[in-house]
T-cell receptor
């Protein structure tokens, strides 16, 4: 069966510091991978998605970037965090073969102070 | 521009009764719809989906209804249980398999 991992689970970072969140998927090959953010009291906003290694599409102009160095690894980064980057970050995968359901990881709670 | 809207931020239902969660969308290109359930500090869990070629899909206690002409879908939970208390998100897919989420409805099932 497929499993998706995210770490860390929680993170407190000062403004201006760098960020690296990691997501890995097990039990599937060539998945579509996604990064979402849920800000307080709001829905899920798609940040990035990837259909393959090195292929990243950005949905929202922002202070963040994403990379996919391996087939089942997706990384969310920032060089300098802003207060507005605080939120709950979720990684998700889908099979990318005409099946639309996306499956989410446990999430990372990021607080920028 | 909020293309998927859940106009009720919260809903309270008594245990054993029916819960009805509503969702409206504006983009006529959406052709697949999903419902997710989310507990605090956890990732959303996929519940049920429906293709635009259908008007109903049922899975156990959960049924999703789609009214394409009204651009409206709803999730029915019967009977409601305390463990169903969570935030429910509807989502829609158009192009490139990208999900567009609503803002969620918090369901509380009371004893």
């Amino acid at each position: 069966s497929q499993t998706i991992h995210q770490w860390p689970a929680t993170l407190v970072q000062p403004v201006g510091s760098p960020l690296s969140l990691e997501c890995t998927v097990e039990g599937t090959s060539n998945p579509n991978l996604y990064w979402y953010r849920q800000a307080a009291g709001r829905g899920l906003q798609l940040l990035f998605y990837s259909v393959g290694i090195g292929q990243i599409s950005s949905e929202v102009p922002q202070n963040l970037s994403a990379s996919r160095p391996q087939d089942r690894q997706f990384i969310l980064s920032s060089k300098k965090l802003l207060l507005s980057d605080s939120g709950f970050y979720l990684c998700a995968w889908s099979s990318g073969t005409g099946v639309y359901e996306q499956y989410f990881g446990p999430g990372t709670r990021l607080t920028v102070t | 521009d909020q293309q998927v809207k859940q106009n009720s931020p919260s809903l309270s239902v008594q245990e054993g009764r029916i819960s009805i969660l509503n969702c409206d969308y504006t983009n006529s290109m959406f052709d697949y719809f999903l419902w997710y359930k989310k507990y605090p500090a956890e990732g959303p869990t996929f519940l049920i989906s429906i293709s635009s070629i259908k008007d109903k899909n049922e899975d156990g206690r959960f049924t999703v209804f789609l009214n394409k002409s009204a651009k409206h879908l709803s999730l029915h939970i019967v009977p409601s249980q305390p463990g169903d208390s969570a935030v429910y998100f509807c989502a829609a897919i158009g192009t490139a398999s990208k999900l567009t989420f609503g803002t969620g409805t918090r369901l509380q099932v009371t004893l």
